[in-house]
């Protein structure tokens, strides 16, 4: 991610905040990158074929988010699958 669309990332039980974005949870990535565009959960949920709780148990690491569903919210968020899980690109 850019410089201009650096998201701070926050533990939801004790709401600190995390130190790495390489070692955020995909639940929470997926989160803060959603409010950063504006949506709520259901409006991401339905735009990614997928119910409410399904994100919400993804965001709280009770589930796994599936291969599908981890494209499909790329897509919609409209960042690149390694913007999503973490991973940054070191500049020459």
């Known amino acids: 991610m850019s ?3 650096q998201l701070a990332f926050y533990c939801p ?3 600190q905040e ?3 974005e390489g070692d955020i949870p995909i639940g929470l990535r997926l989160r ?5 565009k504006g949506l709520s959960v259901t409006e991401l949920a339905a735009r990614m074929g997928v119910t409410h ?3 919400c148990n ?7 988010i599936s ?3 981890f494209i499909n919210a790329a ?9 999503l899980a973490g991973f940054t690109r070191e500049e020459d």
């Not at 803060?32 to 950063?36: G, N, P, S």
């Open 32 to 36: 803060a990158i959603r409010r950063a």
């Open 67 to 69: 291969y599908q569903a």
């Open 53 to 55: 709780p399904y994100i």
């Open 58 to 64: 993804v965001k709280l690491g009770v589930k796994q």
């Open 75 to 83: 897509r919609v968020l409209g960042v690149s699958l390694d913007e």
């Open 3 to 5: 410089e201009a669309t």
């Open 13 to 15: 039980t004790c709401h």
């Open 18 to 20: 995390l130190p790495e």
